[in-house]
């Protein structure tokens, strides 16, 4: 009971969830990526075709997506490591989540700016 009751509810519950879907997230890129580049062994032609397909503008802000969820997980997963190895930090539990949610945006918002930069510029 003691150490997990931080995980149990409200901002807890959220930032749990958001972590697995965000790891799962990256994992559909990844097995997405494999894909890709094994498609590159049926020739040039089919390899820039799928290239193309990545420049049209959903992917676009898919990529932003993806961005947010590797940003997010990296940053959710910090606190944990906090909260797992000093028990303590428990105590500090929404004021971890609010310092993880700054963190998030600063490092985010002027990755997405640039990148959604490409897509209106």
Same mark, same amino acid.
Do not use: C, I, P
């Given at each position: 009971m003691? &150490?997990? /009751?931080?995980?149990?509810?409200?901002?807890?519950?959220?930032?749990?969830? &958001?972590? /697995?879907?965000?790891?799962?997230?990256i994992m559909l890129f990844l097995m997405m990526h494999i894909v890709d580049t094994f498609l590159a062994g049926f020739g040039p032609q089919v390899y820039d075709h799928v290239m193309a397909l990545y420049r049209a503008p959903v992917f676009m802000v898919l990529e932003v997506?993806?961005?947010a969820g590797v940003v997010y997980h990296a940053v959710n997963g910090l606190r944990v490591i906090l909260i797992d190895f000093w028990p303590?930090?428990?105590?500090w539990h929404k004021p971890l989540l609010v310092a993880e949610v700054i963190v998030f945006l600063v490092l985010f918002i002027p990755a997405a700016v640039i990148m959604l930069g490409r897509l209106f510029g």
């Open positions: 003691g &150490l997990y /009751r931080g995980y149990r509810g409200s901002q807890g519950q959220w930032a749990w969830m &958001l972590h /697995r879907l965000s790891g799962v997230g997506v993806l961005v303590n930090a428990l105590r």
